[in-house]
Each structure stands twice: as structure tokens, then as C-alpha cells.
């Protein structure tokens, strides 16, 4: 059981593993005015890496997109790529490039001298020019729409002649900011699994900006949850799922329970349920999973080592493969239960999750 | 939507104001445009190309024809060399204080033309205050005769008077481009300096065209300018339309030029569009 981390020093980056590190954010924070947008973010990019920077509008994610791409200088701390110090420079000499949220395509160019158009100022030859920018097209499949202008393709067509764009440039980091966000359900999610596989392809480093969980769960090697301009966790997509470190982040990954409780001598009191711990003596939130709890029949004997609680259905949601209903249980705690689809609940249910699945989170400001 | 009596009651007064005095005008003169005037000052309705010919054939009148587009031109010329700068300055740079330069832009066209021109007569005269300044500091002896009555004063009068037309299309343009494309160019590692000429240049040519035919058929039909300040050497073909259907009481004359002026200003405007939506991509 994951031990209850006590100081904001336990959220401070998970620092990139194995592979080296590619950038390094140190202490950056941004205000404008009065209005604080970032507080001392820190956190490191690893070579290759697909990094998601999640949150809700307003959390800062794209300031501090904004800060590496060279848009936005940060109000204290630092940027480093390798051995040097990127936030001194002005953007066009970072070797990084952008995907903007509405692509942002020269509309007085054509597709081809769009993607061109880095290569160009660059001052490549034109021979080579030419060869990357039709490599590049074919990579996104829009070689046939090379001679077009922006204004005569789809919204996905302009989304992948953006990615084109800069991906021409062999960048060692690039920034997406919401660049689906702007696409219907269906292509968006074409284009997650496109631009997942594309970025494997390459093996460039990713930082993906999104207010969608869902997405960010799907595509990225790590997730960074930012909230209020706050680095609430860094992990893998799994980790966050299963070791939420707050209250917000279990909350806004998924659905979740949150159960408060108190230790005393080495055991959780929860209503009127307890057990075993080794955790802290004092008052304590747990975040539950709807899956990790389950219906099982009245009748059935506990299963040992599994806390069990009897309740009343009180909503059913159908969710295709699954169903969300809730259980209010404990006197007027509503817990939230997966169960699959087809399974004939009756109204009065028995649960039962095991104590091992309830995660301890830190309470988190307001939102709770 | 609306009854067809009311849409009628609504069109007819600005649709009988445009005929009885604009239609029927252009109508009388394109008439008169081929009349002639007969040694008794009667006006002879004889229908030929007369004037015409005249207009291309007699030096006076053609030679200042071109004199009035070689001024428009330079007007033009140098009311974008000033609008440009100005606009892409308080478009890109001014922050805060772009809304008070853009009414320090626009408070001259607030003052009465006559006034500004005037201004420039006290300033560029022999006694004026540029002279006496240019005396005090012994740059020179005498007054410079040149600055006055002298088609460098008509320019410098008319740039003066018409830059802020060519500043305001050309400052809309520039306020149109959408940020993130500065950013793109910016990102994909073009220098401010390509920046300006790859991406932010080209989106502003159609105020750029707009401006620079503002500036070229205002300053080609003007006459209060080259009155005042342009003397004998900066007459311009305004002022013999004025003359020739005044004092020289030739009508017909007088109508034929004007006409020739609304061809080549039609024109213009033609080419003018032509080019705006040839670059424009919004």
C-alpha cells in the first residue's frame, strides 16, 4: 500500500527514466499582473517521450507550452535543452517546433510551400527542400493535395499538414497545443491513434497539450496534471489511474469514490467500516475505483479479506459495455459502482472491494 | 419581409438623388464632351471628337496630365512609405497606447483641408517658418525659392493630407492577420525579418493596393493644393477643368478631360479590386 505523500516535495517530478533527459523544465512560474498562471513548475522530458500536459481551461497548461515554444517568457525560472539554457532565446533559434491549436497555416501558401516553409528560411537547397517537404506530405498521407491552399482542405487535412509542417524541421521536441480539439468525435480519434503511432515513427519527443483526459490516457508515456497552475502529478497514464495522488487528480482522471476516514492506532475507520493500516495517524481520504468494487449476491458468504457493505440502488446508468449505478450504502455515502452490462441488480446489493484497492489521496483545495 | 410599397418608399429618394445629380451630370457631360463652343461663346451641338483630340494633340493639356499622375504617384509613394511604417507600428508594437495613436492619426482628418493646406503656405513661404529657421541657422542665405509654388510642395501637401488614407486600410490589413501565424513563422524559424517579408507583407497587400489608390485618385483629381502651393510649375489637370468651365468658358473642353479622368479613375478602381481579392484569403 502506497504510503500518503505528505509534502508538495512527493509530487516534485517523477524525473524521466531510462532514456536521457531532453528537457528540463526548472522552477518556471508566470504571472500576469496580479493574475499568478504558474506556480514553480518542474518537471523533465525525456528523449522520445510522449508527454501529456493535462488540465482544465485555466490551469496553465498552454502558458506553459507557450513558455517552451520561446511565446511567453516565464516570470521566474528556467528552460533547459541539454546543456543549454532555452528560455534566453528568442523562438525562432529553439529547435522546437508547434502545432497550434487552429494550425495556424499561411494562407497565402500552398500545402507544399507551408510545409516548406521552415526549410526555406532555414536556407536549405532547394533539392532537398523538395525531397523532405514530399517525404513529409507522404508521411501524412497529403501528397495529392500538395499544390492546394489551407482554405481548400478539411479541418483534418489542415491538422496534418500542420503536423507535417513541422515535423520537416526534425525538431528534438515538439509542441502540440489541443491540436484535436478543434475535430469531431470520430476523426479525433482517428487521429489520436495516427499521431500516437506517427510519433513512435519518428521517436521525437511529444508535448501534447489537452483539456481531455480520455486522450491523454490513450496516447501519452506520461501524463503531467496541472490544476490552477499547480503540477498536481506526474506518471504514467496507468499510475495516475490506479495511484491518483489527490483528490482532484482521482477525480478528474475517471470516476472515482472518495471516502474520508480517520487512522487510529494503525487502523482506518471508514463509517462503520475498518481495517489494518500502516499508514499516519490522523484523518485520511481514499479514492475507490467503481470497477475495483463489486455486486455480489446477498446470499454468498464474505469473501475473506474483502470489506463488505450493504445498500440500496439508486440510479442506473448504461454505458454499453458497462454499467455505473449507484449504491447509497454506509448511511448517506453514495458510492458509484462498474458493473457489467446485462446483470440484473436488484434493488437492495451487496459490495464488496477489497482494502488494498482503496488509494489514500491528498484532500485537494476546493474542489473535493 | 417588407411590403413592396414600403421598399419602393424607401429606395426612391437616395435612387432620384443619384440620378438628378450624378447620372444626369455624367450624362450632360459626356454630351457636352462632344459640343464645341463658337467664336460667339454659344455652346454648338455638333457631335465630333474634337475635344478629344485636343486633349491628346495641344501640349499644355496632356503634358499636365502626366505632370498630375507623376504627383499622384509620388504622393502615393510616399504616403505608403509613411502609412506602412506608422501602421505596422501600432499594429505590432504600440500595446497599450495603440488606441491613442491611432486618434493622433486620425485628428489631422478632423481640420479642415483649406486650413492644413494653409498651414503649409505659412510654413514653406519665402518669409515662412522653415525659411527663417533655415536662415537663422546660415544653412542658408537667401529663402529657398523652391519649397513653394513648386510641385515639391504640392507633393509634400498632398502626402501630408492623404497618408492617413493609406494608413488605414493598410492598418486594418495588418490588424487582421491572425497572431499564431507570426508565431508559426516565428516557430518554424524564420527571424522577424523573414517573418516580415514571408508572411506579414504579403497578407497586407490589399490594404496596401487600397491604400495606394486612396492615396492616388485623391491626389490625382485634387486642385485646392496646386492652387495655393503649386504655382505656375504645379498646376494640375483639375485646375484647367476648373479654368475651362469658368473663366475660358469652354464646357465642352472642360468635360471631355473630366471624363478622361473618370475613365482612368474607373479604371484604376477596377485594377485596384482585382488585386485586393487576389490577395486576399480570408
Redesign the interface.
Known amino acids: 500500500m502506497a504510503t500518503i505523500p505528505s509534502s508538495p516535495a512527493a509530487v516534485t517530478p517523477t524525473t524521466a527514466t531510462a532514456k536521457s533527459t531532453l528537457l528540463s523544465i526548472r522552477s518556471v512560474a508566470k504571472s500576469f499582473g496580479k493574475n499568478v498562471v504558474l506556480r514553480e513548475i518542474s518537471l523533465d522530458i525525456a528523449e522520445g517521450e510522449f508527454l501529456t500536459i493535462l488540465g482544465e481551461s485555466g490551469s496553465g497548461k498552454t502558458t506553459l507550452l507557450r513558455i517552451v515554444a520561446g511565446f511567453e517568457s516565464a516570470s521566474s525560472g528556467e528552460v533547459w535543452m541539454g546543456d543549454q539554457r532555452l528560455d534566453r532565446q528568442p523562438p525562432y533559434r529553439r529547435r522546437v517546433n508547434t502545432v497550434f491549436q487552429h494550425y495556424a497555416l499561411f494562407p497565402h501558401l500552398t500545402v507544399e510551400q507551408n510545409v516548406g516553409y521552415g526549410l526555406r528560411v532555414a536556407g536549405r537547397p532547394n533539392a532537398e527542400i523538395v525531397t523532405r517537404v514530399a517525404e513529409a506530405l507522404g508521411k501524412v498521407r497529403m501528397t495529392e493535395h500538395a499544390k492546394s491552399k489551407p482554405s481548400k482542405i478539411s479541418g483534418g487535412q489542415q491538422q496534418r499538414v500542420a503536423l507535417a509542417r513541422a515535423l520537416v524541421n526534425r525538431p528534438r521536441l515538439l509542441l502540440l497545443d489541443e491540436p484535436l480539439s478543434a475535430l469531431d468525435a470520430n476523426l479525433r480519434r482517428q487521429m489520436q491513434v495516427e499521431l500516437k503511432s506517427l510519433q513512435r515513427e519518428v521517436g521525437i519527443a511529444f508535448v501534447f497539450v489537452t483539456h481531455d483526459q480520455e486522450e491523454a490516457m490513450v496516447m501519452s508515456d506520461r501524463i503531467a496534471l496541472l490544476r490552477s497552475g499547480e503540477l498536481e502529478q506526474i506518471a504514467t497514464p496507468r499510475e495516475i489511474y490506479s495511484r491518483p495522488a489527490t483528490a482532484y487528480v482521482a477525480q478528474f482522471i475517471g470516476h472515482t469514490n472518495l471516502l474520508p476516514g480517520e487512522v487510529r492506532q494503525g487502523v482506518v475507520h471508514c463509517n462503520s467500516l475498518s481495517w489494518a493500516t500502516q499508514l499516519p495517524e490522523g484523518p485520511v481520504l481514499f479514492s475507490l475505483r467503481p470497477e475495483s468494487i463489486q455486486v455480489v449476491s446477498a446470499a454468498k458468504p464474505a469473501t475473506p479479506g474483502q470489506l463488505r457493505v450493504r445498500g440500496r440502488v439508486r440510479q442506473q446508468a448504461f454505458h454499453g459495455a458497462t454499467e455505473l449505478i449507484r449504491v447509497q450504502c454506509l448511511g448517506d455515502v453514495v458510492l458509484t459502482v462498474r458493473t457489467p452490462s446485462g446483470t440484473g441488480i436488484p434493488d437492495e446489493v451487496d459490495l464488496e472491494f477489497s482494502a488494498a484497492s482503496a488509494v489514500p489521496v491528498r484532500p485537494s483545495a476546493g474542489r473535493n | 419581409m417588407f411590403s413592396r410599397a414600403y421598399k419602393t418608399i424607401v429606395t426612391a429618394p437616395p435612387l432620384l438623388w443619384v440620378t438628378v445629380f450624378l447620372l444626369i451630370p455624367y450624362l450632360l457631360m459626356f454630351c457636352y464632351s462632344f459640343w464645341s463652343v463658337s467664336a460667339a461663346q454659344t455652346i454648338v451641338h455638333s457631335w465630333d471628337l474634337a475635344n478629344y483630340r485636343t486633349l491628346f494633340r495641344v501640349n499644355v493639356y496632356w503634358q499636365t496630365l502626366l505632370r498630375s499622375m507623376g504627383i499622384a504617384a509620388r504622393v502615393t509613394i510616399f504616403s505608403l512609405l509613411l502609412g506602412y511604417p506608422l501602421a505596422y507600428f501600432l499594429s505590432f508594437y504600440a500595446g497599450k497606447r495603440k488606441d491613442l495613436f491611432y486618434q493622433l492619426v486620425i485628428i489631422p482628418l478632423w481640420v479642415s483641408y483649406l486650413v492644413r493646406a494653409y498651414a503649409w503656405k505659412t510654413i514653406l513661404g519665402s518669409g515662412g517658418v522653415l525659411n527663417t529657421l533655415l536662415q537663422y541657422v546660415h544653412f542658408t542665405k537667401h529663402p529657398l525659392e523652391f519649397l513653394l509654388y513648386s510641385p515639391f510642395a504640392v507633393v509634400l501637401t498632398l502626402t501630408h493630407i492623404y497618408t492617413p488614407f493609406a494608413f488605414l486600410p493598410i492598418y486594418a490589413a495588418l490588424e487582421h492577420i ?1 497572431r ?2 507570426v ?10 525579418a ?1 517573418t516580415f517579408r ?2 506579414i507583407f ?2 497586407s497587400i490589399p490594404g496596401v493596393v487600397a491604400g495606394a489608390t486612396f492615396a492616388f485618385v485623391l491626389s490625382l483629381g485634387d486642385f485646392l493644393a496646386p492652387l495655393l502651393l503649386g504655382g505656375p510649375s504645379g498646376i494640375m489637370i483639375s485646375n484647367i477643368v476648373v479654368s475651362l468651365f469658368g473663366a475660358a468658358y469652354n464646357w465642352p473642353l472642360g468635360a471631355a478631360i473630366s471624363l478622361c479622368m473618370l475613365a482612368l479613375v474607373v479604371s484604376l478602381l477596377f485594377l485596384s479590386e482585382h488585386l485586393e481579392k487576389k ?1 486576399s ?2
Not at chain 2, 508565431?183 to 522577424?192: N, R, V
Open positions: 491572425p499564431n501565424l508565431e508559426a513563422s516565428h516557430d518554424l524559424g524564420a527571424t522577424p523573414q514571408k508572411v504579403p497578407l490577395w484569403f480570408s
